[in-house]
């Protein structure tokens, strides 16, 4: 498998990683909601305004929104087109797939049983599902159905397997005793999916019905949701839903995104509903988990649910309860959860304290609408925020009370697992901000709890600094959804001793020199895979041909079962990646940019006729080694960094980010090179591995190589997959 292989598939796991009810409005008097909406007209005049704006500069074809005031829905309409082709506008009624909003039933689920004394938050899954099991014994010892819906496993997010579509529910629970874990138990928060299927299925077993059944008879029918199911099929012959789409940024494209079905892991996020439903579900929430008079869960388990179970930063400022990611905004708590999910992007949001929530559900795959319109409905409903000195602690800490300290931060970082210092906090226009590559410059702004937003990321994405006894810095740790991560302060840079031409003539001399290099015209690869923190094994045939053709077959495997295949291929001016679990997608854009780049047969040969620049920086370790590090900066496509031993002159370490023109992630990767052995005279790493901060590490060990074998040109094309 090669590397551009390997962070293909990185990337696509990481961006993995509805008739109108008969309750309705009947719970509020139309007099009550009539007059609540217009106190607030032009306040929602000026909401809807800006959301319209935003949804068009995103691209997204269509999304509804409601929004709750005093138990009133003040704001609720469709806005844009469910069917984009046909352009069929979006009602309040327009089913969407919520996604992992959906954890909050499942906690809810879980909490309803405990009152009924069918399980407790504290029992170990175990007692409910025996088969289940953690990969750390101490782990599999003490973990409880709470650490399940906090997120606090020590596992990261294990994905794959998951959205194959090939094993059962209990199959994929198996597979997380497979996944290497990334923390100890509750030792930081990890966003996890299998852990929420578990709990729902533990539900199933205390109530011994499916958690599919419980949810609508325990949760929609009482609270009047009549326009919400449970899987995408039943979504399918609601007379009102939405299709899915992605948007291309590069080449301003809207395409239909298939559906998926995620019957199997349905707890972590397969409910779909409406706006008008949703509502509901905010009411129930704001009214303290009653609904028309009548208790749902108990005062002491809905406290539980909305109470901080795992902080996501060091001060617990922002937090995750059963289901929720608890915030702060202006002083007051916000309770939200979004979710994404193929072709839908949602979010629930709320401050119980003002009784204020509102849904937003969309038809496009990932999207940073909701937590851009978070604000401006806050602001707009509740007035701007203000300078309230009961809102800040007696006793902030210094090193957050001005922009001025901000600027005590600025150096170079280096990544977890890198000994690279490619991250930056630089002044900019007079702004301090933190700079990924590949990524936005996100503006640090900071917050009285000595913290700093990272502007124009949601509230719970921030940084904090970290210093040692002496408060010197030492480091940076980024807090966000997936987890904790910290970046340390690198230090400057060690001045090159060595020219770039000289670098690359000794680097090409390592790996067996031009003369060998230029007597090989293809080559045939074979390895075995290990994604060491998904549980999941593959194996690759790649095959590649000069001047610049490639392809490669996968097949995964799981619990001894077949669960995947993929194909990819570059035919000298275009390419597709196509898994069995995800819709083939064509290269454009930067993708195909750097495909372009990463398929040249002899790219080692010259540094000079892809890039603009190539510039030897500093020197760095890698694994204990001196090396130079080199910036590679392309004519067109993505920059990147390379490590090259100082001894060996064999490369290390390569760090860069995939891009993706669907959406606005980009995701960081670093792929190790090691066990370099000699073939047909020239030098090939037989190890390599692939880091991502929210995949864990894939493993590839070629098994074996074989050159200038005959490959017919029609290998690289479009291939059915099994």
Known sequence: MTSRSLTTLSLILTLFLLSIPPVGYSQVGATAATRSASQYEKSLAEIESKVEARRKELGIPGMSLAIIKDDNVIFIKGLGYKDFEKKVSVTPDTQFAIGSATKAFTALS??????????????????????FKMYDPETDQKITIRDLLCHSSGLNRTDLAMITGKLTRAELIQVVAQAKPTAKLREKFQYQ???????????????????????????????????????????????????????NFDTKETTRRPFREIGEV????????????????????????????????????????????????????????????????????????????????????????????????????????????????????LGEPKNDPTNVPATPKPEANSPVEAKELIGKYSPPGSTSAIVEIKEDDGKITFNIPGQQPYALSPKADGSFALAPLPETYFLNPKRDAAGKLTSVAVTQPEGVFEFKLAAADSKPTIIVEDLHAKALDAVGGEANWRKITTRVTESDIDLVHQGVQAKTITWAKAPNLSATETTMTALG??????????????????????????????????????????????????????????????????????????????????????????????????????????????????????????????????????????????????????????????????
């Open 561 to 722: 079962k077949t669960i995947a295949s993929g194909w990819e291929f570059f035919d000298g001016a275009s390419g597709i990646d196509a898994y069995t679990f995800s819709p083939a997608e064509k290269y454009k854009g930067k993708r195909l940019d750097d495909a372009k780049i990463n398929n040249d047969f002899y790219g080692i040969l010259d540094w000079s006729t892809n890039y603009k620049k190539v510039e030897v920086v500093g020197l760095s370790k890698v694994g204990g080694e001196d090396a130079y590090i080199v910036t590679f900066e392309p004519n067109a496509g993505t920059s990147y960094r390379q490590f090259y031993s100082t001894t060996t002159f064999l490369l290390l370490k390569h760090e860069g980010v995939v891009p993706s023109s669907t959406s606005s992630q980009q995701l960081p990767y670093s792929v190790s090179y090691s066990d370099y052995r000699e073939v047909d005279g020239i030098k090939l790493p037989f190890k390599t591995v692939n880091s991502t901060l929210s995949n864990g590490d894939i493993v590839a060990v070629v098994k074996s190589v074989k050159h200038n074998v005959p490959i017919d040109d029609k290998m690289f094309a479009p291939r059915k997959l099994r």
């Open 110 to 131: 879980v909490l309803i049983s405990q009152d009924e004394g069918k399980l407790s938050l504290d029992d170990s899954p175990k007692k409910l599902l025996p088969y």
């Open 193 to 247: 999916n299998l852990m929420y299927t578990a709990a729902g299925e533990a539900v199933a077993q205390a109530q011994r019905m499916p958690w599919e059944s419980f949810v609508p008879q325990r949760i929609f029918k009482p609270l009047g949701m009549a326009n919400s199911t449970m899987l995408i099929k039943q979504m399918q012959k609601a007379k009102d839903y939405s299709f899915g789409y992605d948007y």
């Open 266 to 381: 349905a707890p972590a996020g397969s409910i779909n509903s409406s706006a008008r439903d949703m509502a509901e579900w905010i009411r129930f929430v704001l009214n303290g988990g009653m609904i028309n008079g009548k208790r749902l869960v108990s005062e002491k388990g809905f406290d539980e649910w909305l109470k901080p179970q795992m902080k996501m930063n060091p001060t617990g400022t922002v937090n995750y309860g059963l289901g929720w990611f608890l915030q702060t905004w202006n002083g007051l708590k916000v309770v939200q959860h979004g979710g994404n999910i193929d072709g839908f992007n949602s979010l629930v949001a709320m401050i119980p304290e003002k009784k204020l929530g509102f849904v937003m559900l969309t038809n496009v795959s990932s999207s940073s609408l909701g937590s851009d319109i978070m604000p401006v409905i806050w602001s707009n409903i």
